[in-house]
């Protein structure tokens, strides 16, 4: 299988739901086609996000899934509350994003409105192929959600990490991209707030050539 870079039509981007400055302009936004490409080329078993908000990143993946007729199974975990570097919004995001999410990819996707703790036991150990890690962006809490999501990543898995370019405030995911980056495979995108991707429990062979030639590949999607 060959990386392909597609031009894809997100229909979340077009939801009169939610915002379309959200979805196109957003701090997540100058990665959801890397999103989309990733999941075409990967099709994972299963996705699992931590942090959702309004679907930039979600819906992405959501919409590769569905274009491509994958067998993927997606889970979107968040109290749909907020936190203090997100902000607290109003009960109305979660009912608008279950709405697109009905409408355009209920017969695989699930939201799951809890916090990350209290959903662990609906993932068995070794069972999640993609993971995204983009909830409370302390380093105490990104460590936190990657130490206990840990587990749950299968072999061959991968692991994203937004914001690990953000260096204001107490956001630190930077100092845990920079520990886990140093151990692990992984690409690192630097616009958009920055995405990590990590290969923690070993690499696919369809990967190699990517990564061995990782800063032509990430130049693809830098814009
Ligand atoms: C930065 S936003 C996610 C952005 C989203 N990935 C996107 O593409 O726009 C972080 C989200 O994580 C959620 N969150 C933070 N910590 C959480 C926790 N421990 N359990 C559940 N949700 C949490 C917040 O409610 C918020 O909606």
Redesign the pocket.
């Known amino acids: 299988m060959v990386w392909q870079f597609y031009n894809p039509s997100f229909a979340a981007a077009y939801a009169p739901e939610l915002s379309a400055a959200?979805m196109l302009a957003?701090?997540?936004s100058g990665h959801t086609r890397f999103a989309y490409d990733l999941v075409r080329f990967m099709q994972p078993a299963n996705i699992a996000?931590?942090?959702?908000?309004?679907?930039?990143?979600?819906f992405s993946m959501c919409q590769a899934v569905r274009d491509g007729g994958l067998s993927t199974r997606c889970y979107a975990?968040?109290?749909?509350?907020?936190?203090p570097?997100?902000g607290y919004?109003q009960d109305d995001v979660f009912q608008r994003v279950a709405t697109v999410n009905q409408r355009e990819y209920a017969p695989f996707s699930t939201l799951i409105r809890?916090?990350?703790?209290a959903a662990l036991p609906s993932f068995p150990d070794g069972s999640i192929s993609l993971l995204?890690i983009?909830?409370?962006?302390t380093y105490e809490?990104s460590l936190h959600?990657y130490t206990a999501w840990y587990p749950k990543v299968a072999h061959n898995g991968i692991v994203l990490f937004?914001?690990i370019a953000v260096r204001e405030k107490d956001f630190g995911v930077y100092r845990l991209w920079a520990e886990l980056s140093s151990a692990y495979p992984h690409l690192t995108f630097l616009h958009s707030n920055g995405l990590g991707v990590l290969f923690p429990k070993g690499c696919p062979q369809q990967f190699q050539p990517i990564l061995a030639n990782k800063e032509a590949f990430i130049r693809q999607y830098q814009y």
């Open positions: 959200v957003g701090p997540w996000e931590l942090g959702t908000f309004m679907g930039t990143s979600y975990v968040d109290t749909w509350q907020g936190d570097h997100q919004y809890n916090t990350f703790d995204h983009d909830g409370y962006h809490a959600d937004h914001d």
